[in-house]
């Protein structure tokens, strides 16, 4: 079993930047490839972004390439959601999460393929 905490979402302004964390107990983080996803008030859960287990492939979706970057610590068992210059857009609630696959060979987008969630952390950006 995989438990995962978010922290450092906020308020903050059209430009400005937060970086989310994902901490993760149980399983062997190590080796599980961690994503990010973000839920907006009224629509379906999105993919943002994904890193594979040893933190050398990332992959992200188009609304948020060059403007937010994933990294882990595999020592702290945590994964990290820099963003950068952000939008109105990106007001949502954002969840880390994983499928607890070992050493998964395949960068996953669809939710349904994810089998651990953390409890989600707000993001609200201002105009």
């Known amino acids: 079993q995989v438990q995962l905490v978010e922290s450092g979402g906020g308020l903050v302004q059209a430009g400005g930047s937060l970086r989310l964390s994902c901490a993760a107990s149980g399983g062997t983080f190590s080796r599980y490839a961690m994503a990010w996803f973000r839920q907006a008030a009224g629509k379906e859960r999105e993919f943002v972004g994904t890193?594979?287990?040893?933190?050398?492939?990332?992959s992200y979706a188009d609304s948020v390439k060059g403007r937010f970057t994933i990294s882990r610590d595999n020592a702290k068992k945590t994964v990290y959601l820099e963003m950068s210059s952000l939008k109105t857009e990106d007001t949502a609630v954002y969840y880390c999460?994983?499928?607890?696959?070992?050493?998964?060979?395949?960068?996953?987008?669809?939710?349904?393929?994810?089998?651990?969630w953390g409890q989600g952390t707000q993001v609200t950006v201002s105009s």
């Open positions: 999460a994983t499928d607890g696959t070992l050493w998964s060979p395949t960068l996953k987008r669809l939710p349904s393929e994810y089998k651990y």
């Open positions: 890193i594979n287990w040893s933190g050398l492939s990332t």
